[in-house]
């Protein structure tokens, strides 16, 4: 008798939610996932990473230019700066650029989307958004792979965080949006973020940082649906497993992993952003397309991305950090 009863009520259940679920209308993360586009990625990126820009070696006239179109973009959005006054610029001295030659002050851009039910624990998503400048010769290196692709990725997601905010659909924990400067030149400007966080680092949950997701490593001419992941279980087996999750269900990449190999000479892991959050026992994951021919040279244009792969690169990125800002429990450092 209980059990039948049991078995009618969930019945019942079962028809009225899938009855709501049809009529109610009510948007998913796949619905905000899908805002990211091609198209959009393109659009920015052809301007991101045009020759106005000059290189946006950490700086100059161009990086600073770089740094006010990112800015431009979160208020037109709507979406606040991270910082209580209101500044998206976390402005770095010149003199913390040591070992520079002529070193320049810059800034890091950061802005924030505060979360609903835990605003104190927080996600980074990170790029950076600075290159390597200009020739001798005056040639511009466009940088559109290393990081405009990144960089561009971080708009989209953002822009997609903030209509699930507007629906009232908003993250249940605190995201940032931050994008470094000094990176070409030694990882300075997420270094100091760390150094200077403007979120206690021990509410940090992880960082995503995206460097390269806009092309194809020649090894993986044969199946280009793929994006190496780097660093991913170094610190949480947790975050790795959240991440596996999101792409069997959403995405199907394949998830390659080589880079994690200990003896891998390229160093991959201390070499971009998220190894400054790594340092500080925070779990990372890198997402990195590999090296190719145009890497670090001036034929690293926007016309050779690989748009719609970069928006399905996005997309797991999204919707991981959809995952981990909005699931019950806070994943944790369960290696560090
Ligand atoms: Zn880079």
Redesign the pocket.
């Known amino acids: 008798m209980k059990i039948f009863l049991y078995a009618f009520l969930s019945s019942v259940l079962l028809c009225c939610n899938s009855t709501s679920k049809s009529t109610g209308g009510e948007k998913t993360n796949l619905d905000y996932a899908e805002t990211i586009t091609a198209q959009d990625l393109k659009n920015h990126l052809y301007t991101y990473a045009s020759d106005e820009m000059e290189g946006r070696m950490t700086g100059t006239p161009g990086q600073k230019k770089a740094a006010e179109y990112l800015r431009d973009f979160y208020k037109k959005e709507g979406i606040k700066a991270a910082k209580e006054d209101g500044d998206y610029f976390q402005n770095i001295p010149a003199n913390f650029f040591a070992g520079r030659n002529n070193p320049k002050a810059s800034e890091n851009v950061v802005a924030y989307i505060k979360g609903s039910e835990k605003p104190d624990e927080l996600i980074v998503i990170s790029a ?1 958004l600075d ?1 390597v400048g200009v020739d001798a010769d005056g040639n511009v290196f466009n ?1 559109a792979d ?2 405009g692709s ?1 960089t561009v990725a971080l708009l989209e997601m953002a822009q997609a965080f903030q209509q699930a905010v507007k629906d009232g659909n908003g993250p249940k924990r605190s995201i940032l949006f931050l994008h470094v400067t000094g ?2 030149i030694g990882l300075f400007g997420s270094r100091y973020y760390v150094e200077n966080p403007i979120f206690p680092l021990e509410n940090t949950v992880c960082d995503l940082n995206i ?2 997701i806009g092309r194809i490593d020649p090894d993986k001419a044969s199946n280009p649906e793929y994006l190496y992941l780097i660093g991913s279980n170094k610190l949480s087996q947790e975050l790795q497993d959240v991440s596996t999750e999101v792409n069997d269900k959403y995405t199907n990449l394949e998830l390659d992993y080589k880079y994690d190999d200990p003896n891998d000479p390229n160093r991959f892991y201390y070499r ?1 952003d998220h190894y400054n959050f790594a340092k500080n026992n925070i779990p990372i994951i890198f997402y990195f397309n590999g090296v190719h021919a145009d890497y670090h040279k001036i034929t690293d244009t926007p016309d050779k991305i690989e748009y719609d792969l970069m928006a399905k690169r996005a997309k797991l990125i999204f919707l991981t950090a959809w995952e981990l800002a909005n699931r019950e429990k806070r994943i944790t450092a369960d290696k560090a």
Do not use: K, L, Q, T
């Open positions: 950076h290159h940088g290393d990081d990144g990176e070409e460097d390269m971009s």
